[in-house]
């Protein structure tokens, strides 16, 4: 596409704020997923599930901050939540134990059966980071396993194979494991092993293999948030990983709270050793958490009160205990924002119409691209889908290669022009506040891409 074309002049404001960034923010933006050809969207407000740019355009916003935003943009029980808490506790934050730590904890305890106990991180980042070194502290082993196309956040030892060329990939039933990004050390892909997700006889072929030397294997339970694992592979990887003494984790960050309450184990009925969380765990404040198995969690819990001041004990403990701390570690502000997140979720009826209208967009869309003779399906669970323009069936990372994303992100160019926002080639997430309304004019405006297009 001709960059020139990509964007319309109604975005004027966005490129010039775009190019005042750039000269302080290296390529302007703070997250390199968040940039798109040839400027991103600058945006100034948020209402419902409604988006405005700095040139006051409207976007309907199937983005939802990657996902975390269920309730939408500026739901008034996260705002009547955190303002409370504040008010009531007189502080934004304690730096000390709080109460609602214990709350939510309890909580997460009573909604995933893989949860007996609980730690809080900042980030869905830190929280797969956290799981795996107790995973490796509890094993005693060095190594890990993660599949091919599976996103845990940006830190080197698992920014492999999240997107790799495939001339570097290796054979699909035994993926090489390719550096994501530069500066990963070689010491990272030499200790990851990577997998091909939904193929359970190479996974387990290669599992048995590495089985001495691995802590973990940590999955996306819906890769990318759209691609189900198959029901026989989640129940057979969990009875591979038992047997061979491998911590199995569910990386729900982006599963939990939108596949069920529970989360995708709760759905597949499969219990993993440890579950990471982030997103909607924090009604749209940075946060993560990670629980499991009381066994594994308690690797973490410092000892009794002994005095590490005292050198000698200190080495001790340093030794025989995970090492986990975080400034914002259980941020009482964000805390009371998941609370009410997760109460509102809880009212009856509210997921079940969340799920209603993401089945009626996808059912809606298929229909109009079938209408239009443009080979389409959507691929997803729950809240969230994805648009693939192929009918081969969608398994695994490599199977997204027989799409064809050109003509996709032409469709994705255009909707941003017609006032839908999805970053392109990227997943839509729903919330609970899309309306009917929101889907007609959704459906509308990928009739007139289409036409757009196809001229
Ligand atoms: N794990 C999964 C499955 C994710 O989708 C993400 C973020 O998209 C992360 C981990 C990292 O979370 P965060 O961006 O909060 O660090």
């Known amino acids: 596409i001709e960059s020139t074309s990509l964007l319309s002049s109604q975005m004027k404001k966005s490129a010039e704020q775009y190019q005042k960034a750039c000269a302080v923010i290296p390529g302007g933006v703070t997250a390199n997923i968040k940039y798109i050809a ?46 409370t808490q ?61 599949f091919e196309g599976h996103y845990h956040g940006g830190y080197d030892q698992v920014l492999i194979s999240v997107n790799p060329d495939m001339d570097q990939a290796g054979e699909a039933r035994n993926p090489y494991a390719v550096p994501e990004s530069k500066g990963v050390p070689d010491y990272y892909v030499e200790n990851t092993i990577v997998l091909p997700f939904n193929d359970l006889e190479a996974t387990e072929q290669i599992l048995r293999t590495h089985k001495d030397e691995l802590a973990a294997v940590i999955l996306e339970p819906i890769q990318g948030g759209f ?68 066994e594994i969690m308690m690797i973490s819990a410092p000892d009794g009160g002994r005095d590490i001041l005292t050198a000698g004990a200190a080495n001790r403990e340093k030794r025989e205990v995970l090492f986990h701390s975080g400034t914002y570690n259980g941020h009482p502000t964000v805390l009371a924002a998941g609370l009410a997140t997760i109460k509102t979720l809880e009212q009856a009826g509210v997921m079940n119409a969340l799920f209603d209208h993401t089945q009626l967009l996808r059912k809606e869309l298929e229909e109009l691209y079938r209408n239009y003779g443009v080979t389409m399906q959507t691929v997803g669970k729950g809240s969230i889908f994805n648009i693939v323009l192929t009918e081969e069936p969608i398994k695994n990372y490599r199977d997204m290669g027989k799409a064809n994303m050109q003509l996709r992100k032409e469709i994705d160019y255009e909707l941003l022009k017609l006032g839908v926002y999805i970053k392109p080639l990227n997943r839509y997430s729903m919330s609970v506040v899309h309306s009917k309304e929101d889907i007609a004019r959704t459906v509308e405006a990928h009739e007139s891409a289409l036409k757009r297009v196809r001229k």
């Not at 948020?46 to 939802?64: C, R, T």
């Not at 502080?91 to 309890?106: N, R, S, Y």
């Not at 995933?112 to 490796?136: D, F």
């Not at 003494?245 to 309450?261: A, H, N, P, Q, Y």
Request: hydrophobic share 40%; net charge neutral.
């Open 38 to 83: 040839p400027h991103p969207i600058i945006m100034e407000r948020g209402a419902g599930s409604k988006l405005y740019d700095v040139d006051g355009n409207e976007y309907i916003d199937y983005l939802l901050c990657y996902g975390a935003l269920i309730l939408g943009h500026g739901h008034s029980v996260v705002f009547e939540a955190i303002s």
């Open 86 to 146: 504040m008010r009531e506790a007189g502080t934004t934050i304690f730096g000390t134990p709080h109460q609602l730590e214990t709350v939510m904890a309890e909580k997460l305890i009573e909604l995933y059966p893989g949860i007996e106990m609980v730690r809080y991180t900042n980030s869905g980042l830190e929280a797969t980071l956290l799981a795996i070194r107790t995973a490796m502290a509890y094993t005693g082993k060095p190594k890990l396993a993660k």
């Open 227 to 294: 691609i189900p694992a198959e029901p026989e592979f989640m129940k057979g990887l969990r009875k591979i990983t038992e047997e061979l003494g491998i911590v199995l984790i569910f990386d729900e960050v982006k599963t939990g709270f939108r596949l069920s309450l529970g989360g995708a184990q709760k759905i597949y009925g499969i219990t993993p050793d440890i579950t990471s969380l982030g997103k909607v765990l924090g009604g749209g404040f940075p946060v993560g958490a990670i629980g499991g198995k009381r």
